[in-house]
């Protein structure tokens, strides 16, 4: 009998690239990614692009959603705010917050779910390691679950699953090297599409990830490991 | 002191049209529009941008989801399937379900209220007297509405309002001519986009629910009402 099938969203980062690895233990995959107006929006497609190769992926579905480039809100998607370095980011919700965009990628997740037969929904939401992204939280993701059993046709069945949600990042990259997933593919980077720059939140929890775990970070960086000096 | 803002989801039909109505007693409005590849694509935007020309919205955003038209899975996105006229249209969900649309509609709602700071989101649903799509439920709002709350930062507070939900289509056309709402400016119809085709299951209860009114339906239709010989 053939696997059951389960959507996977896929940035194209360490945390997703992990999670769609779980998923393929259990699953066929059929991978989405959503190109929300990021300012790495073009390396990150590349970087799903080639992980959704490695996987040999059954399905695969990008998604162009520009309008959070001109509303704003978030430094993420407005070039006119600025990314903090690592050391920068604050108390309370970071710059690079966006507004929602969890909930709107599982709403895209789930159209294509149902349209598919997919029987789940894997997202690599990190929260207890992670900056506190309201999104992020497993109280949204119940209640998001219960918005898809309500809004769906009666016979359709689709599970949220985030098996990485209550993870250290050290997990993350422990699982990863563990299930053979291609880290060397993935992108983290907030600032940058060429090299990752090393220094934001993003780029500074992956390389304390692996540092932690004790194996090198395959990709290179531009500036050197400020925790390192 | 000036009134809050509020969101309205208005597709161009007469339901978020009496909708927006009702939220501009009380609220500033900032009218949302999404094109999502259904067939009347071209002309519900114009329908939309006469509404809101008509009640000088504050804010208005357009927003372009096209892959549904990519995925499939309903006749009111793909071309290859047949929208029912209304005698056709047999028990359970109608072939013109997309989806979890209206899931999809929120969550871009959402994004959009978070940054602009508006207070609700008013949503034109109508469940007891509509073909029963599971994404019009009352409980679904109630889901999603618990969604926003956790999903988004904790000082936003957002609202679903959804004032028609329980209406019969009659008491909508009754409240829109109450309200001044712009009848002759909305779009109904599901397979044309010239002249309204009169009998598709949307076309059909629109001029159901003005007989019942008692008032005549200010566009024309391309053939005569079936009900009416």
Chains 1, 2 share one sequence.
């Not at 896929?10 to 989405?32: E, I, P, W, Y």
Request: aromatic residues 10%.
């Amino acid at each position: 009998m053939s696997r059951p099938l389960a959507v996977v969203l896929l940035s194209g980062g360490m945390d997703s690239c992990v999670t769609a690895a779980m998923a393929a233990q259990t699953h066929q995959l059929a991978l989405l990614h959503v190109n929300y107006g990021q300012r790495t929006e073009a390396r990150e497609l590349r970087a799903f692009r080639e992980i959704a190769a490695y996987f040999k992926a059954q399905l695969i579905l990008e998604v162009d959603i520009p309008h959070f480039r001109r509303i704003g809100g978030s430094s993420l998607v407005d070039p006119s705010l600025e990314v903090e370095d690592y050391g920068q980011v604050g108390e309370g919700i970071p710059s690079t917050y966006v507004p929602f965009r969890n909930g709107l990628l599982l709403a895209v997740a789930t159209t294509w779910a149902e349209v598919v037969g997919a029987e789940a929904i894997f997202v690599g939401a990190v929260y207890t390691d992670a900056p506190g992204y309201p999104d992020c939280r497993p109280e949204f993701y119940e209640a998001f679950q219960r918005a898809i059993d309500l809004g769906t046709r009666p016979e359709t069945r689709i599970r949220i699953v985030t098996p990485v949600i209550h993870w250290t990042k050290e997990q993350i990259v422990r699982k990863g090297i563990e299930l053979g997933a291609p880290f060397h593919l993935t992108w983290s980077c907030y600032r940058s599409e060429d090299i990752a720059c090393g220094l934001c939140d993003s780029c500074h929890r992956r390389r304390e990830a692996f540092r932690a775990a004790g194996v090198p970070d395959p990709i290179p960086y531009a500036n050197p490991d400020p925790s390192e000096a």
